[in-house]
């Protein structure tokens, strides 16, 4: 990726969004021709000179120190996760060209991890910065897969959001989701923007998915939080959970995320009966029939 081209989209992108009244700053005379902020404006408010933001801004200064990223960051009004994103950008410019930090030898589970999510008595899986989930335990493999197909582990959430057309279905948040995980492989571009996996999964999810082009052209980043999950599962119908991640110890850029089950509720009583369906042999699951094939809210029954 041409992080110079990285550079300039973010921070116009986020120029776009301030007025001049809102980072306090006096405006210039003349017809404004762009949205929010001017590149001088930024300039003057960040207390550097129009030159050197306009080289900063076209990724041709990236020797910029962090105070000056602090102040063009105050300027812009960025979240902490745009703060860390702009200093991502400017830090990964001055790494020798197509060199990566992660590797995929580096992204294997452990025997051990593997323990750890079989313990849990909730979906579990183990995700990478890429967003491939390449470990799982029984639940977390119940809950993607589908009447007559084995466990997708490992696959990809995005791969599988923009181009499976069943995830429109399973994910009843699907715009939601599909603005996170763009906002979250964005986020690993500016760590990490000359991993072949990454270049090759972003190349991939442009030239097949319209949405796809659209929210990767806000240039929005983020990372993963706790939140509300829900799934609109083909066998139990609807469920919810409140995800939580957690760093892997020993293998930076790999997580282990978990979806909390409320004690007790219907997605507890749900995932229970989706664990024996998994459990039970193909004779002994319940059949999908016509009527019902088609319905992703209907409930199904063990026999």
Known sequence: MDQSSEIRDFLTSRRARVSPEQAGVPTFAGVRRVPGLRREEVAHAAGISVDYYNRLERGKATNASPEILDAIARTLQLDPTEHDHLFDLFTSTRRPAGRSTRRTPQLSVRPTLQRVLDGLDMPAFVESPRLDILAANHLGRALYTWPGEDAKVPFNVARYLFLDPR?????????????????????????????????????????????????????????????????????????????????????????????????????????????????????????????????????????
């Open 167 to 303: 995830a429109a279905d399973f994910y009843p948040d699907w715009e939601l989701m599909a603005r996170n995980q763009v906002a979250l492989l964005r986020t690993e571009t500016g760590r990490d923007p000359s991993h072949p996996e990454l270049i090759k999964l972003i190349g991939e999810l442009s030239t097949q998915s319209d949405r796809f082009r659209t929210l990767w052209a806000a240039h929005d980043v983020r990372k993963y939080r706790e939140g509300l999950k829900r799934f609109r599962h083909p066998i139990v119908g609807d469920l919810e959970f409140i995800g939580e991640s957690l760093d892997v110890s020993n293998t930076p850029g790999l997580a282990v995320l978990a979806y909390t089950v409320e004690p007790g509720s219907a997605t507890a009583e749900a995932m229970a009966l989706l664990a024996s369906w998994a459990a039970s042999p193909p004779d002994r699951q319940p059949r999908i029939t016509p009527d019902t094939a088609d319905d992703p809210r209907a409930t199904r029954t063990l026999p």
